[in-house]
Each structure stands twice: as structure tokens, then as C-alpha cells.
């Protein structure tokens, strides 16, 4: 049914790693869910991500950069972005009703947000915009790299394409960082990293490390980082008015950090200021002596190098399993977490719990993960 | 279920749960007390062998259930024991029961105020061909009512308060809002007086927002919640100066704690003057020293010590400090003058969609069940001529005041105000039996209002009498008395509502009906409750728990273990 060469995105290996039914209901049976006249959570997700995809692509062609920008330049553009945008998307569904404008609105202001808050990060840091909703492997879309192409264990070939919200840049470095725009949600999780069900972020650092020629870069790419950044801003619960961030502190809007991994070598381009402590920029504590907390982002080259080796081979392994037809009904179970709450397939699969039993993955450290990786890649 | 113990082997107080006649009678019934056995046991008892004057015919019995399944068990219970007495008298009337007993009024709530509306329907002057609106219907109708609803609220926002609502309450994200207020709409539904509770709703907060906190009645439970936390942590570090006093080596403690009595003291005296101003300075300029140092403690002494540092931890971060008692009066009422507006638009909310629900209903013909509860007890009250604010029966609950000579309620624990009023007006003085146990309520979501026990079984009002059942068929003594230590350990009043002391017990029978049991055949007991069972059924019962459990996607692990 899925021949090799095989072409997949990366979230359709994800979800195979989930559960191979639900990938073989939705890419192979290709039932989908009907359309909804009401916004959608996608829909939204579109106007978050077209609204910064031109934001960037306007920074970009104007030569400025994030650190530099002005606070009425960005308020204004995001506001011209979001009317083009609403006029674009399906058939005006934004501007339809009061209620779907007054979302219009919202998405605007938490946009607001997040720009401020990533122009205080690029203050402090060193990397700049280099690329907006870069694709690879997408022949329709503009620039596009070419697929991703990598050999499975099985002498199979598969070919992944997607495309990458943002890439930042260290020209002098030719180092670069990846950044997924996320609704909500939160760290990087290793675990589900090692167990291939959240792959996306580091499979777009091999994607760019090999590309440094196509986009024109001399030397090629190291990858220093990939972060998610979340949109979705949340009211913060005080006890105390008193204990409030006020909107003046430096620290306001670098509340929300981004989160993911980043080569330690890298820290002081992404936090120029910390010496030791609690970083403002991004979850990272430098300890008295010099280490790294244990709850930072921050990971040593080589178990950063490990970890996406790892990636590599997750991705040809599970590959090598949906061409071979493997499409059980097997959703996993990771602590209390399982694929099945927001599966859509949940009638078609008949899984019982008590009968048939989740596939239980073990629930890794961190640390467990980095040894793991360590380990798995060394011997191979 | 176990077999309900026969008849010679009822304990004592289910004895009296079952004979007792002539008032009111609240059972609180632990599980496996076999609270249903005495149910139907009593319904034999009244029908047979009650006293002439109680003594009844199977018609003028009302059994309310929580269930339809439970009301035919409870029939065929009643008919079960009927039977087993016809066989020994042979007694011409008791066959006449037994031909009466599916004419009986046993079934649920809802079922009887559905015969009172359909009876009445000319008192309310409705159409008597109503249909019932489906519980899935009455979701999706509610779902796109309120929808609707927001819709328009986006159009007409004359001043943005209501985005303001959405911005600040719901994170822009109207989905929670939505629900909200159907959620509020249907509970205050389960009020006798909803438009009471509303307008109330209203004047608290425009008060609150106006005079000091003292001259509010929210401000009022605001400095009562603080006063009895401070009480209750005064009385604590009191207690612990008690202790110390009788310990020399200590004397370092009893002075610390004392340090902390006049701090906490001041508090008080503050709070009692009703000075917030002076209360938020004290508890933000609070220090106390170090915790004084003692090296050596002998062992017996090491609680005091745990003591004093959880009541330190108590006054330096708990509640009280971050929170209560920081605020001073003109930030308490700066506070309440913020949620004034979107309070306000959100119980505008809440109104507007009560009638457009209702409106809705009445273009389809429909009645839910709580407009069926609601009708029933207008066709059975009237406003009393003296005092408005109480209900008397009218005409028609006094026909079926005539009709029911006993009103048996079972799961009281999951009544609301409503269907308790209900009730109330069809049940003759003195006659109701209510039997429910409070730690087993489980139907919050369906608006049951477990206060209502515990109010009734505080109170003990005259005419009434409260019987614990305790003794527990199920269980075996040591498991019986694990359970106690657990549960009296985490049942508090604060906690569950009900404080878990000696009266609510579960204690074993003298003779436990399992020591026969255990070593017959394919049986085997289970490791959590230790019923007896058989494999089969045990396998049944865990399917049933998981597959309840599992959709909601969360807490399925180690289910397998303990099902019971």
C-alpha cells in the first residue's frame, strides 16, 4: 500500500507512532473529518501562522531585525497582516460574523504579545530572522528546498517535506534555530522524542543541516537550537496583586520563554547576560560551578549530536514499518497520556482499554534519553 | 449485592430503621449496610405488620428512587417479601397487595412529577399532550441556544463589556464561557426560587462594591472565612503552648510559640475591630525570628518540634498571609468593584439564555425535566397568605397527602431543593423516611445537593429521628478497620463535607456471613473489598469500571487492581 520511495511529512510519521491504525485510517483509508462552518482550531492556527509568516517576511525585506525594530512599526504591520489575512481565508470566514472579528481581534493582540516578546529575546541574543515558512520538498511553494531524503535500515528510501515556521541565523557562525509556532502546549519532550512520537522539531535541524549550500551559505549549517514558541498567552493567576509582573519591568515580556533544546555552547548567543543563575531569555540555569541545572533546555554537543542521529533512525525505522503494512490498532500509552482523547477515528478502531491494552512506553528521564541516545547511536 | 440477611438477623438499629413509625426518620446508611434490603423490608413492614393506625395498602406508599433500574428492583423486592408473608398467613388481604403492586407509586422523581404534571395540567393550564424533551436533544438545544446566544452578544456589545468578559474570564476563548453558563443556568434551575437567587446575586455585589466589607453581606463571609481560619490556627499554637509549658528543655519553643500567639492575636484583635487596614499592614510587615535552634531532641519530644514548624509554615505562607489577609479595606473593595461588570454581564448571560431556552422549548412543545419538576411544584404549592416566602401545599398536593400515607426516599444524599420541596408538600407530617449516605454522592453534575442531608442530619428537628447503619455485609473486619483509619484520616468536614467520626463507622457484624462462604468451591474473594465473588463476575465488574472510566482519557492506571 505505501511503496518505497516512501514520501510522508513528518507529523504522518508521528501519528504512526502513535497508533499505526489511526495513520492507516487517515493517509491510507483517507477518511477526514467533516468540515466545520465554524472556526476551527486549524483555521486559527492559520491566521497566527500567516499573520507571522508576512510579519517576518516584511522584517526580512526591509533589512531590520527583530532587536531593532520599533513597537509601533510591528503593532501596525501586524495590524495590516491581519486584515489581509482575514479578507483571504475562506471566504472571508474571519469577517463573517461579530464573533469570528472579535477573534480576528484577539489573534491580533496575542500576536501583539508574542512579537514583544520575541523582539525582547532578540535583544539579548544574538541570532536574527533568516528565513519565513521555509518548505522543503513542496514543489508548488516558493523557494522550496528540495525532500528530505534518507535510507532505512531496510534499504528503503523515504522522503519527508514540510515547512519550517522560522529559521534564525548567527551569519558569523553560519549557526542556525529552528522555531515552531505552537497554539499551545509547552516543552520539548524527550521521551516522546525518543519514542518517535513528537519528531518535528529536530527533524527540521537535519533537514537545514544539510542545506547550507541551497540557501546559499558557504560553509555548512550547525545546528544551535530549535524552539518551540507558544502563542497562546494565558491570564496569570496571583496571589496578590503586588506579585504581578508589571507591564514596565524588563522581565514582562519575557515571561513566556521559548521552549525546546539548544547546543550549551550556543547559551550566551541566545542570553547574552547570564553569567550564572536563572536565565531571563530561555530555560536554562547555570549552576555555581559552571554545570547546567538538570531542568534546562540546555543539552552538551554530543548528546545533542546523539539525539538527532536518533531522530534519523526513528524516522527510517518507523518508515520501515508502515512499508511493510504494519496497521494494528495500538495506540500507545505514555504516564497518563494516550493518542485516543483527540482521535477522531475512536468509532471506526473499537479499541477497549481493558481487552485489548494500550502499548505502554516507558516513561524516560531526560537524562535516561540523552544515556539512550548516547548508547543506541554509539553502537550503530 | 449480598443476600439481605433474613429476617430473624437484622441488627438493631436496622430493626429500628425499619419499625420505626411516627416521625420523620433520616437513615444515614454506609455502604453495604444493606440499606436497600431495609428499604423494601420497611415497605413490607408498613404494608403488613406496622401498627394499625401506620399500617397501609401498597398504593398509599410513595417510593421515590434515584433510578428507573432501582425502582424495579425495589418492586420486586417489596413483592418478594410480600410473596414470602402470603406464603405463611395464606392472608387474603396481602394477595390483594400483591395485585396492587404494579399500580404502585415507586419509581423516580422525575416519573412522579411527570403523573402530577399530566394529572394536574389543567391547574397549570398547559396542553396535557406535552412531549419530553430527550437529555441529547436538551444538550444540543442548549449547546446551539447559547451559541446563539454569544453570537449575538458579539454583535450587540454596545460599551465592550462583554468582550471584556471574554478577554478577561475566558482567554478570549468563548467555548468555557458557553458552558458556564449552562452549567449556572441549570443549577440555579434546581432552586425553588431562581429569580430569588438572581436578583439576591445582583444585590450582593452591587453592595459589596459600595460599603465597607462589615456592611456587606459577601464582605460579612469574607471576614467570617477569615476569622475562622485565624481561630482555628490560634487555637492550634495554643494547644502547642499548652504541651511545651510542661517541658523545661523546651522553654526556647514555648517562647517562640508565644511570639506567634501575639502576632496572630494582633490579627484577631484587628479583624475583630473590624480594621482591615491595620490586619494587611501587620500581616505584610510580619517577621518572625528564626525558628529557635534545639539540638538533641529525644524522640517522644520530635512532634512538638514538627508542630511549631508546620504552624510557622502556616502563618508565613499559608493562605491566610499570601492571600486573606492582605488586602486592605479599599483593595478589597477596588476588587469587588473590578468583577462588578462582568459579574453583572454574566448573570445577564445567564438570564437571556433561560429565555431564549425556554422559548425555544415552548415552539417545539417540549418540556424538559426540570421544567416537568418545576411545574409540579407549581401545581402543588401555593404562596402562604401571611408569609410569601413559604410554600403550602395546595389542592392538589393535599390529594395526594390524602393518597400517601408514607413518602420513602432513597439516595436523599442526592436530592436538590427542588424535588426535596416536592416532597415536602405530597408527604404527610411525620411520615417521611429518607435514607441516603453522604459519602457516596456522586451526582454533583446531575445538580444533586448533598447539603441537604447533611443540613437534615445536623439538625435532627423535632419529630425526626437519624439512625446510623453501620454494620457492613461486604466486608471483613480487618479490611473494615483499615477503612475506618483511612477514611477518618481523610474525611474531614472541610474536606468531604462530613466530619468521619465513630458514628459512621463501618463495623462488621457480630457473625460474619462470609466465614461460611470462603471455602466453597470456584469462588474467591477480591483483594480490595474482599466480596465474595466469582471469578466471572469479578472479570464483569472490572470491564464495567474500565470502560466507564477510560473515555474521559485520564486516571486509567492500576485500574485493574482495584475495581471495587
Partial sequence: ?380 | MPDAPAATRWTPQQKLAIETTGQNLLVSAAAGSGKTSVLAERCAYLICDAPPAERCNVNELLVVTFTVAAAQEMRLRIATALHKRYQQTQDDRLARQLTLIDRAAIGTIDGFCNSVVRQWFHVLAIDPNFQMLSQEEGLLMRREVARQLLEDRYEKDDHGAFQRLVDRYADGNDASLRQQVIRTNDLIGSLVRPRTWMSNARRRLGEASEKPLRDSELGRSVLERIGNQLDSLIARSMRLADRLQSCDRLVKYLDDTTEILACLSGWRDALSAGDLDSLSEQVKTLSLPEMPRLVKLPPQEEPLREELKAIRKEVKEGALTTTLCRFSEAEWRDGMNRILEPANVFLDLVEQFHERYQTGKNELRVLDFNDLERLALRALSERDAQDEATLVPSAAARTYREQFKHVLVDEYQDINELQDSILGLVARDRSQFCVGDVKQSIYRFRLADPHRFIARYKRRNDGEAVIDLQTNFRSRAPLLSTLNGIFAALMTEAAGEIEYDRSHYLTPPEQSPYAQHTSMGRTLSCTCCQKIQTPRAMRKRARRAMTWIAPSGKRRSSLRESVC
Fill in chain 1, 1 to 380: 500500500m505505501f511503496p518505497s520511495p516512501f514520501h510522508a511529512s513528518v507529523s504522518r510519521i508521528e501519528t504512526f507512532a502513535s497508533c499505526p491504525f489511526r495513520h492507516f485510517v487517515r493517509y491510507g483509508l483517507k477518511l477526514a473529518e467533516r468540515e466545520q462552518e465554524d472556526v476551527t482550531a486549524l483555521d486559527l492556527g492559520n491566521v497566527y501562522h500567516g499573520i507571522l509568516e508576512k510579519l517576518v517576511r516584511q522584517v526580512l525585506a526591509q533589512r531590520l531585525d527583530f532587536a531593532s525594530m520599533d513597537e509601533s512599526f510591528a503593532s501596525t504591520q501586524i495590524q495590516t497582516f491581519a486584515e489581509q489575512i482575514g479578507r483571504s481565508l475562506r471566504n472571508e470566514l474571519m469577517l463573517s460574523t461579530a464573533r469570528n472579528q472579535y477573534l480576528l481581534q484577539h489573534v491580533e493582540k496575542t500576536i501583539g504579545q508574542v512579537v514583544d516578546g520575541q523582539r525582547a529575546c532578540a535583544r539579548r541574543g544574538k541570532f536574527k530572522p533568516w528565513k519565513a515558512e521555509l518548505a522543503f520538498g513542496i514543489s508548488d511553494a516558493p523557494d522550496s528546498l528540495p525532500a528530505f531524503e534518507l535510507p532505512t535500515p531496510n534499504g528503503n528510501i523515504v522522503t519527508l517535506h514540510g515547512k519550517i515556521d522560522r529559521v534564525d541565523l548567527i551569519e558569523d557562525q553560519a549557526a542556525f534555530a529552528v522555531i515552531d509556532y505552537k497554539l499551545s502546549g509547552n516543552a520539548l519532550d524527550l521521551k516522546r522524542v525518543y519514542h518517535g512520537i513528537s519528531l518535528q522539531l529536530l527533524t527540521y535541524l537535519l533537514v537545514l543541516q544539510n542545506a547550507g549550500q541551497q540557501l546559499g551559505q558557504a560553509q555548512p549549517l550547525t545546528p544551535a537550537a530549535a524552539f518551540y514558541v507558544k502563542l497562546l498567552r494565558k491570564l496569570e493567576a496571583v496571589a496578590h496583586p503586588d506579585e504581578a509582573t508589571k507591564p514596565d519591568d524588563q522581565k514582562f515580556d519575557l515571561k513566556v520563554k521559548p521552549r525546546g533544546i539548544f547546543d550549551r555552547r550556543f547559551a550566551s548567543a541566545l542570553d547574552d547576560q547570564l553569567e550564572s543563575g536563572q536565565s531571563d531569555v530561555v530555560q536554562l540555569f547555570i549552576k555555581k560551578d559552571g554545570g547546567v541545572g538538570s531542568k534546562s533546555d540546555a543539552a552538551e554537543p554530543e548528546p545533542f549530536a546523539a539525539l538527532l542521529a536518533l531522530v534519523r533512525r526513528r524516522i527510517g525505522e518507523l518508515a520501515d514499518e508502515i512499508i511493510d503494512g504494519q496497521i494494528s490498532v495500538a495506540p500507545y500509552r505514555l504516564g497518563l497520556t494516550t493518542p485516543c482523547p483527540t482521535c477522531a477515528y475512536r468509532a471506526v478502531c473499537r479499541f477497549d482499554p481493558v481487552t485489548d491494552g494500550y502499548r505502554s512506553l516507558a516513561s524516560l528521564s531526560r537524562e535516561q534519553v540523552i544515556e539512550r541516545a548516547v548508547e543506541e547511536v554509539g553502537h550503530a
